[in-house]
């Protein structure tokens, strides 16, 4: 069995704005919780932070689009995934992969023989992943920065309001006013709260600025009622980070005991990607798109190189043609 290693580096085409799930008891960092790692020391000993794409972030991607390949075809041919074999494949965990009983060896194996996705991507504590992803980094320290955007609203269009009925106008204007009143109230909610943890972090009487929340609250409330049925504002200011676009981000993904049927499932789900380039959020605010190129190595040698984006099929180069899979098994 052979070692197959993927140098890869990926381009930022556009901005890349990921944003992580915050631990419960835990706080998001001052990046709106987008990955960021410490990276090195400057001269002052001081530590040296970058942003980064996380290894689930590719890792994730990988998976799905070889499983929902497979449940395409297994649905065409009338043979659906049932709802565990979906969890399994899918996302690594069923019941059974989840106990703590003896681990049956032989049924592992026999699991590993007859779910390529599961022998490769593991699953749940039974499984163990012969795919290692590796996060991506910047070539240099680079921080994600925040982009500011609005989603209008209809008086933003012109011509728009006018083309109502009259009922339906002034329905509009007085939920439009009542918005700006609570957005108002919801301000000065906010900066009361600050001022309450600061207040209390001091050990200072917080009894006055306690009934004045309460007051700004109960305004918020009101003209919340006041705008019916439409609560939130069509008019809403957007706040993410992102890295910008036009670096470079290095990482790493190998294949340990590689068997042959491992790197065609790798090589379809990058070409899935190469056809939809976009990772992370915000892809609807133009950010995610990515390209790149995929180095793969078995024990050292260069065997292909794979090139994906343009919202186009991948293109494989081949180095070594049949040898590749003679060497793979």
């Not at 001091?202 to 600025?209: C, N, P, V």
């Not at 409330?221 to 981000?249: C, H, K, Q, W």
């Not at 990058?270 to 939809?276: I, V, Y």
């Amino acid at each position: 069995m052979k070692t197959i290693v993927i140098n890869a580096t990926l381009t930022t085409v556009g901005p890349l704005s990921i944003t992580m799930p915050i631990a419960e008891g835990q706080m998001g960092n001052k990046f709106n919780n987008f990955p960021v790692v410490t990276r090195g020391m400057d001269d002052d000993g001081n530590k040296q932070e970058t942003g980064y794409l996380p290894a689930t972030t590719l890792r994730g991607f990988l998976r799905r689009a070889i499983v929902t390949d497979q449940m395409t075809q297994a649905a065409a041919d009338g043979k659906p995934y049932t709802l565990q074999k979906a969890y399994a494949d899918l996302i690594g965990q069923d019941a059974a992969s989840e106990s703590k009983d003896d681990i049956d060896l032989l049924k592992m194996r026999q699991t590993r023989e007859e779910n390529p996705v599961l022998d490769l991507f593991g699953s749940g504590l039974g499984i163990k992943s012969r795919l290692l992803v590796s996060h991506f980094m910047p070539t240099h320290n680079v921080l994600p920065e925040v982009a500011t955007g609005v989603r209008k609203d209809l008086e933003d269009t012109d011509g728009v309001l006018e083309s109502l009925s009259s009922p339906d106008r002034d329905s509009y204007l007085g939920r439009s006013g009542a918005n700006s009143k609570r957005a108002a109230a919801l301000t000065v909610a906010k900066g009361l709260e600050g001022k309450i943890r600061k207040t209390k972090k001091a050990g200072e009487d917080i009894a006055e600025l306690e009934a004045a929340l309460k007051e700004a609250q109960g305004i918020v409330a009101r003209y919340e009622s006041d705008m019916g049925n439409m609560v939130n504002s069509s008019r809403t200011l957007t706040n993410y980070f992102a890295l910008p676009a036009g670096i470079e981000l290095k990482g790493r993904l190998v294949i340990e005991k590689a068997r042959d049927r491992d790197l065609p499932m790798v090589e379809l789900a990058l070409n899935e990607l190469s056809k939809r380039p976009i990772l992370g959020a915000q892809s609807a605010r133009g950010c995610g798109e990515i390209e790149g190129t995929f180095d793969v190595l078995v024990d050292g040698v260069l065997a292909k190189k794979i090139s994906i984006g343009g919202w186009q099929a991948a293109t494989v180069t081949d180095f070594c043609g049949d040898e590749l899979a003679k060497s793979a098994a």
